[in-house]
């Protein structure tokens, strides 16, 4: 298949409210830099030719442009104000993406994915029209039914990661659907119109922060990265 457009949507929503912070949690600092600032970088360094969406509250419109002034050469780069979900805010950021390009969905709180992983979804999805990063759950799990609970088999079950990962032909058509509220990703939009998607390896590393200690995990993880 002959390479395509990479658009990486970054969906930067969130607010400070488990970090127990006024700043919302993808501009908090990481190692000198807003989170937000890494999560950008990385795909930005990923491919020289990536386009990138930033889809935020409009509040927050103040905060990006600030942020961008950290970068000795500002990516392509688009502001999009987001919407009232996951969904409405993808939605808003596809409005930017013509068709015949690999589109990434990240979340913008997920600042330590890699390039490698990056070039793996784009590569799995030009040959299988999607790519979703998993990785095994490695805790017990249980499943709550109403009065009792019962043991159920990890083996069956794995932990989804972004970037969700689309030939533009298949997220396009996806995100013209009226909004359910079961669709709680990406993948399962896309799933909706009969598509089944295809699970690539992620990486233990690209953690989601949302409560303090993943901060601090992040950090160590960082440091480790630069030894």
Do not use: W
Not at 104 to 119: E, K, N
């Amino acid at each position: 298949m002959e390479p395509r457009k990479k658009i990486a949507i970054i969906v930067a929503g969130g607010t400070g409210t488990r970090m127990q912070s006024a700043v919302p949690k993808q501009f908090l600092e990481l190692a000198g830099k807003p989170v937000l600032y890494h999560t950008i970088a990385a795909f930005a360094n990923a491919y020289q030719d990536m386009k990138i969406i930033l889809v935020l509250p409009e509040a927050h419109f103040t905060y990006a442009n600030s942020l961008l002034q950290a970068f000795d050469h500002i990516p392509d780069i688009t502001i999009v104000k987001g919407g009232s979900t996951r969904f409405h805010s993808v939605k808003n950021g596809l409005q930017q993406v013509n068709d015949d390009a690999v589109v990434f969905v990240h979340d913008g709180v997920r600042p330590l994915i890699s390039a490698t992983l990056i070039r793996s979804c784009y590569e799995a999805a030009l040959s299988h029209g999607s790519a979703i990063p998993v990785i095994d759950m490695k805790d017990s799990i249980r499943e709550i039914k109403a009065d009792k609970n019962v043991a159920v088999d990890r083996d069956h079950f794995k932990i989804i990661q972004t970037p969700q990962t689309f030939l533009s032909d298949l997220i396009l058509p996806a995100f013209e659907l009226p909004y359910d509220p079961l669709f709680t990703d990406e993948a399962t939009v896309v799933e909706r119109l009969g598509h089944q998607v295809y699970l690539v390896a992620g990486e233990e590393s690209n953690i989601k922060i949302t409560k303090p200690l993943d901060l601090t995990i992040a950090e160590a993880l960082l440091a480790d990265q630069k030894l």
